[in-house]
């Protein structure tokens, strides 16, 4: 009985107290980028998979190692290898495998089943470049928990104690040329996040949920900013800290394409080409430790309900409009995104009414660094898609025993117009 | 030609002793200094290297790029400007738990280690 009506307590505590237990000898981290390397994941992530300030211009200067430029054209590969310096070929294959596998406890779940233990998601991940001209990036969702209770539900033969998975999905695959024809303009062509915000969904300590100001839907619309398209973009870093990108995507159905911009500016800290700031190493300032990167951006679309030939009708106008900012001072890392949008007919409703939305996220972290590796989080979110406020309070903590693999326990706490909801969640995850 | 022969020696001498400061001991992950010739300062600077480098990478990274002048990780060029920039990139790393004092002193004992291997 208590154990019923304490679980997300017991959970949170018996997290707390086995942490310790697996704190390994060594670190040993050993995904795509860092065999590829021959570096610790550390060299881009903090806790993995939110990126450092290196990692962050790593992932810029389109996955090859800041500072490098042309050494693939000057033939500087060692005897034996002529052949990747031929063909270009990497000289491993750059493949790696993230997992994860959460414990859901929902109070007020709809189905009554309180506590869920299943197998969230199984991802393929594939990164790197071609002789350091063009860099790419595969992601390819192999099974996630998506709809398996429905599923399961409507037939009986499959009501086994297995989710079944939703079906494998491609969800990143692009090119980038990276300084195509020598100018600082990079050209990314495939499936991908539209550069919007600051952070890319898959590059938080918590990637689950993903920030409201980010991923929210309005009506029956079924966009949001963070999701994958296919699209062209072009980007371009201008003087060090100064980046630009902006893209048209093209959506099935569409009689047009949609458009978007980003525009973000680092103030200290490292530069968004990798470089160390000067530091003093004599005398002390606040810029010896502190960044701040503000950005914006906006994303004007179209979209509809299908008919039977695939074509949109009941056209809904929408755009997004946000700001951002990423303060990193020492071991705090702040971070706050807002976003303002407006659909025309979100509900693809023959009598259109429109609908003014937004959405603000507010996020603080800590490393506590070693020898404990943890980061107490907490995240603030308040979320109107023109049905009412919604408000959630998500302290959090994660854990890292292994550069690649990483624990976390979170807590929610939603206030919304129907009422108020808690959920515990622990999930474990790990790259290889 | 004596004379030759005798300079020549006494430059090769002069090499091998350049060198002693540079003692390695030790492969691989184990691979270290050998700190016995080492000026007091630069001891202790090492003793902090030793203990807060250790952390992340192997100090085999290290002097394998004193010993050869470039970054084995980047390939860039690994000279006084370079161990400034890791000092400072150690030093923001959020948990790299090394303060400015003894990023100065890994950053002092580089240059110093650099100084010693290009005599």
């Known amino acids: ?432 | 030609m004596k004379k030759l022969l005798v300079t020549m020696l006494l430059v090769a001498a002069t090499a091998t002793s350049a060198h002693a400061g540079l003692k390695v001991i030790g492969r691989g992950d184990a691979m270290r200094l050998d700190p016995s010739s080492f000026p007091p300062a630069m001891k202790a600077n090492y003793e902090i290297v030793r203990v807060k480098c250790v952390k992340c990478h192997t100090l085999e990274r290290t002097i394998v790029a004193i010993q050869t002048g470039v970054a084995p990780i980047s390939g860039q060029p690994f000279d006084r400007s370079a161990t400034k920039a890791y000092g400072v990139k150690m030093l923001r790393k959020p948990d790299s738990n090394m303060n400015k004092a003894e990023v100065k002193a890994s950053v002092d004992l580089m240059n110093y280690l650099l100084s010693e291997s290009e005599k």
């Open chain 1, 1 to 432: 009985m208590f154990l019923r009506k304490h679980t997300s307590a017991v959970m949170f505590f018996l997290g707390i107290s086995l942490a310790p237990l697996l704190v390994p000898d060594h670190a040993d981290a050993i995904p795509a980028f860092s065999r590829q390397h021959k570096t610790e994941c550390s060299t881009c992530h903090t806790i993995y998979p939110e990126l450092n300030e290196f990692g962050d211009a790593f992932l810029k200067n389109g996955y090859v190692w800041p500072h490098k430029k042309g050494e693939a054209a000057k033939g500087t590969e060692p005897a034996g290898n002529e052949w990747a310096a031929i063909s270009g070929l990497p000289q491993q294959i750059p493949i790696s495998l993230t997992a994860s596998a959460d414990l859901a406890y929902d109070e007020d779940a709809a189905d009554g089943n309180k506590l869920d233990l299943s197998a969230r998601s199984v991802t393929l991940q594939a990164g790197g470049s071609f002789r350091d001209l063009v860099g790419f990036f595969v992601t390819y969702n192999l099974y996630s928990q998506g709809m398996q209770r429905a599923s399961a539900l409507s037939t009986p033969a499959e009501n086994t104690n297995v989710p079944p998975g939703n079906s494998p999905d491609l969800d990143e695959l692009f090119l980038v040329w990276r300084q195509a024809a020598g100018t600082p303009v990079n050209v990314k062509v495939g499936r991908f996040e539209p550069k919007l915000s600051l952070w890319k969904k898959s590059n938080r300590i918590l990637p689950v949920p993903s920030y409201a100001s980010t991923t929210y839907r309005v009506g029956l619309s079924p966009f949001s900013s963070d999701a994958t398209e296919d699209g062209v973009e072009l980007n371009a870093l201008l003087g060090n800290r100064l980046f630009v990108a902006g893209g048209v995507v093209d959506r099935n159905g569409g009689d047009r394409k949609d458009g978007y911009g980003h525009i973000s500016y680092k103030i200290g800290g490292t530069d968004l080409k990798g470089q160390e700031p000067e530091v003093d190493l004599e005398h002390d300032s606040v810029w010896d430790f502190l960044s701040v990167t503000l950005g914006g951006f906006g994303y004007w679309g179209q979209n509809g309900e299908f008919d039977a030939n695939g074509i949109a009708q009941n056209v809904n106008n929408f755009r997004r409009i946000g700001a951002e900012a990423d303060i990193l001072y020492k071991r705090l890392h702040l971070k706050g995104s807002g976003s303002f949008g407006r659909d025309s007919n979100p509900d693809f409703s023959v009598l259109a009414t429109s609908v003014d939305s937004r959405a603000y996220t507010l996020e603080g972290e800590y490393y506590l660094g070693a020898p404990v590796n943890l980061v107490p989080l907490f995240r603030y979110e308040y979320l109107n898609a023109g049905y009412g406020a919604i408000k959630r309070f998500t302290p959090a903590l994660a854990y890292a025993p292994l550069q690649n693999l990483r624990l976390s326990l979170e807590y929610t706490h939603s206030i919304a117009p129907e009422g108020t909801g808690n959920i515990a969640f622990a999930s474990i995850a790990f790259s290889l």
